[in-house]
């Protein structure tokens, strides 16, 4: 009989054989050396969008739960709740704030409160979360609170034209606020192709490998911080000759999980690769694009998903991820952060999850 034995101080999973009522180690197993702690354990999070308030850090994540449905199209990973976490300093624990939005509160969702993140203006934080609506159809929300932490209050409806999954919230100096968003096969973006939701599509990357790749999305949101202020755009990411990366390019075509920040007057347009498990970056002079592909911000985690966000706290860069190290099952995640290094030429360092 074979079980399994996570150290979690160590990080390191170890594989045991019981042999006549004793446990010997199985040296056939790998050994698997984390680069990061969780930064919380109580419950599963994941997907974390972490972002700067007040001077502290506050971590909006996935609340992963163990729901026993099937995986088929993300079925499994069916969130109830958001928690929001915060962190005085990298390093000193997280602290859990508790339910900051129930799924039972928003009237218009049905299921799946999937990758969140938030923005602020004019003392109000404003949360952004997908959840599929009585149709099935992946929508936005925006729920309101007056403390970063929440709670957040919904609105009646869903953002008017949204669709698909992962938004990720980007504002520029003088508040101008953008939204990106989209995610390939559970996310729906296939089934948005054609301007309208075509429930009967099913093909995961619908277009032929030499042909340009499904893109994500960017609306610029208005003043009112519930509604676009103009039609969802295309964001093209273009490869070192300046042509759109193409759906056969796995290693570096979007998949999902959006996350753009600024830095010394460059825009960066990171993602994850979904099947290929790398999250990855292009950059650009314009929030709208068109960005260039760059490279590998992080490398595969255990786990199957991976998603991100990058800050900046007191001068130095750091990434949020998540991967399966406390459940090893790829519905039940946990948040990490690592030190993130951009170089002074505007290269990001390639960050390595496993230890070597």
Not at 15 to 24: E, H, L, S
Request: glycine fraction near 10%; aromatic fraction near 12%; proline fraction near 7%.
């Amino acid at each position: 009989m074979i079980k399994r034995i996570t150290q979690l101080t160590l990080g390191i999973s170890l594989f045991v054989v019981t042999v006549q009522g004793q446990q010997k180690p199985d040296t056939t197993k790998k050994v698997i050396h984390y680069a990061n702690e969780p930064v919380i354990s109580s419950i599963y999070t994941a997907d974390p969008s972490a972002h700067v308030f007040n001077g502290k850090i506050y971590i909006y994540p996935s609340h992963d739960i163990n729901t026993g449905k099937p995986s088929t199209n993300g079925d499994h990973y069916d969130m109830q709740d958001y928690h929001v976490l915060s962190m005085d300093n990298i390093g000193t624990p997280a602290r859990d704030h508790g339910v900051a939005l129930k799924l039972s509160d928003v009237r218009w969702a049905e299921r799946q409160l999937w990758a969140p993140d938030v923005a602020v203006k004019n003392g109000k934080y404003y949360l952004y979360f997908p959840a599929r609506d009585r149709e099935g159809i992946f929508r936005t929300g925006v729920a309101i609170g007056k403390l970063p932490e929440g709670p957040f209050i919904p609105e009646p409806t869903f953002i008017p034209g949204s669709f698909s999954i992962d938004p990720c919230v980007f504002q520029e100096n003088d508040g101008t606020t953008y939204m990106y968003f989209g995610g390939l096969w559970g996310g729906q973006l296939a089934k948005w192709a054609k301007g309208t939701y075509d429930a009967a599509e099913e093909r995961k990357d619908l277009r032929k490998a030499d042909e340009p790749a499904l893109t994500p999305k960017i609306a610029k949101i208005d003043g009112s911080m519930l509604s676009f202020a103009e039609q969802p755009k295309d964001v093209v990411i273009l490869d070192e000759n300046g042509k759109p990366l193409l759906t056969g390019d796995h290693e570096r075509r979007f998949f999902e999980g959006a996350w753009v920040f600024k830095n010394k007057g460059l825009y960066y347009f990171t993602y994850s690769t979904g099947d290929t498990h790398k999250i990855v970056y292009a950059t650009g002079k314009s929030p709208y694009g068109p960005f260039t592909y760059q490279g590998v911000v992080l490398k595969p985690v255990s786990g199957w998903t991976t998603h991100h966000s990058i800050l900046q706290f007191k001068g130095k860069w750091y990434l949020y991820y998540h991967d399966t190290q406390l459940s090893g099952k790829n519905h039940l995640r946990n948040v990490k952060v690592s030190p993130l290094e951009i170089t002074p030429g505007g290269k990001i360092v390639t960050i390595d999850p496993i230890k070597t």
